[in-house]
């Protein structure tokens, strides 16, 4: 399968910052390529959730939580125990893994529109979804006592109202009750979805080639774990997405969400709970090694594996 164009601007961002090229998008327009890509991932995905069932919602969302929950527990013994990790490094680390990208996501939603695969409206409900519980897991694994924090007002503050999960549900309440006014807007939202994509990936792909000498850094483990640890994600999720009788594009985009490693909520929530974690290490893993394997290996391996390709 080729890779999608999107792929190409951060394959173009790799190669400008490996040229040492001064190329790089201004700090506040890659600000608005995010705000963008959520408020149209919830759009959408609001417009079409106002016509589904609600019970059937519910209890699909209760068991995504409870896997974005535990994906962190599976993490965090291998980065612990086997990468011999401090633990609140391999705590704060295995956070991110349980968390979602939602530039992972919008390239695996960009794939599934090119070739016109239908999946289930409410998947961008479950990219919120995917936000909070790894970070709550990883906290615990960390500080057993966070409840007795001072600063634990703050922490849950940012938890719930980080720019990610208020942009994704504003987007999503916003698309459900619009109805058909919501034609006015995606003209903007739905048009140029592809265009702002991959302005963002290009710079997306210059800010991974920057941390490529923290990947030496930090080893050969670290690298294996940003690949091996996205593969048990997606595994579970096909699993997941099988017991809860997904289409075939809701399996492959509920195996991108597993697959993902948060590099932007996360390390925000991470700060302020865990100010002594080192920030470093969690970055160059979700952003320098599993954020381009899944945009250029996983991906492709995931849609396959959903359409039956593969087995």
Same mark, same amino acid.
């Given at each position: 399968?080729?890779?999608?164009?999107?792929?190409?601007?951060?394959?173009?961002? +790799?190669i400008a910052e490996l040229l040492r090229?001064?190329?790089?998008?201004p700090e506040s327009l890659y600000k608005?390529?995010?705000?963008?890509?959520?408020?149209?991932?919830?759009?959408?995905?609001?417009?079409?959730?106002?016509?589904?069932? *609600?019970?059937?919602?519910?209890?699909?969302?209760?068991?995504?939580?409870?896997?974005?929950?535990?994906?962190?527990?599976?993490?965090?013994?291998?980065?612990?125990?086997?990468?011999?990790?401090?633990?609140?490094?391999?705590?704060?680390?295995?956070?991110?893994?349980?968390?979602?990208?939602?530039?992972?996501?919008?390239?695996?939603?960009?794939?599934?529109?090119?070739?016109?695969?239908?999946?289930?409206?409410?998947?961008?409900?479950?990219?919120?979804?995917?936000? @909070?519980?790894?970070?709550?897991?990883?906290?615990?694994?960390?500080?057993?006592?966070? *409840?007795?924090?001072?600063?634990?007002?703050?922490?849950?503050?940012?938890?719930?109202?980080?720019?990610?999960?208020?942009?994704?549900?504003?987007?999503?309440?916003?698309?459900? *009750?619009?109805?058909?006014?919501?034609?006015?807007?995606?003209?903007?939202?739905?048009?140029?979805?592809?265009?702002?994509?991959?302005?963002?990936?290009?710079? &997306?792909?210059?800010?991974?080639?920057?941390?490529?000498?923290?990947?030496?850094?930090?080893?050969?483990?670290?690298?294996?774990?940003? @690949?091996?640890?996205?593969?048990?994600?997606?595994?579970?999720? *096909?699993?997941?997405?099988?017991? &809860?009788?997904?289409?075939?594009?809701?399996?492959?985009?509920? &195996?991108?969400?597993?697959?993902?490693?948060?590099?932007?909520?996360?390390?925000?929530?991470?700060?302020?709970?865990?100010?002594?974690?080192?920030?470093?290490?969690?970055?160059?893993?979700?952003?320098?090694?599993?954020?381009?394997?899944?945009?250029?290996?996983?991906?492709? +391996?995931?849609?396959?594996?959903?359409?039956?390709?593969?087995?």
């Amino acid at each position: 399968m080729q890779l999608d164009i999107v792929v190409g601007f951060f394959i173009f961002g +790799v190669i400008a910052e490996l040229l040492r090229s001064d190329m790089r998008l201004p700090e506040s327009l890659y600000k608005s390529c995010t705000i963008f890509l959520l408020l149209a991932i919830g759009l959408k995905g609001g417009h079409a959730l106002a016509e589904s069932d *609600w019970r059937d919602v519910i209890g699909k969302s209760a068991l995504v939580i409870a896997f974005g929950a535990m994906l962190p527990l599976l993490a965090f013994p291998i980065l612990r125990y086997i990468g011999g990790l401090p633990r609140i490094d391999a705590a704060s680390t295995a956070a991110h893994y349980g968390s979602v990208s939602v530039a992972t996501y919008a390239v695996a939603v960009a794939l599934a529109e090119s070739i016109n695969l239908e999946y289930e409206p409410y998947l961008p409900l479950f990219v919120a979804l995917l936000e @909070v519980p790894a970070i709550f897991t990883g906290i615990l694994l960390a500080k057993p006592n966070f *409840w007795r924090d001072e600063n634990r007002g703050e922490v849950l503050h940012e938890i719930f109202l980080n720019q990610g999960v208020v942009l994704l549900i504003g987007g999503i309440i916003l698309g459900a *009750w619009a109805g058909d006014r919501i034609d006015r807007v995606m003209p903007f939202f739905g048009g140029l979805f592809h265009g702002i994509l991959a302005l963002f990936l290009l710079e &997306m792909g210059r800010q991974a080639a920057t941390r490529l000498e923290a990947i030496k850094r930090y080893g050969l483990f670290l690298t294996s774990f940003g @690949v091996f640890m996205p593969l048990v994600g997606a595994s579970l999720a *096909w699993a997941l997405a099988q017991f &809860m009788n997904l289409s075939a594009g809701g399996a492959f985009l509920l &195996m991108v969400l597993g697959s993902s490693a948060s590099y932007i909520a996360v390390p925000a929530a991470m700060r302020s709970a865990l100010p002594k974690a080192d920030a470093g290490l969690s970055i160059t893993a979700s952003l320098a090694i599993t954020f381009p394997f899944n945009v250029l290996v996983a991906i492709p +391996v995931y849609l396959a594996l959903a359409m039956g390709d593969i087995l």
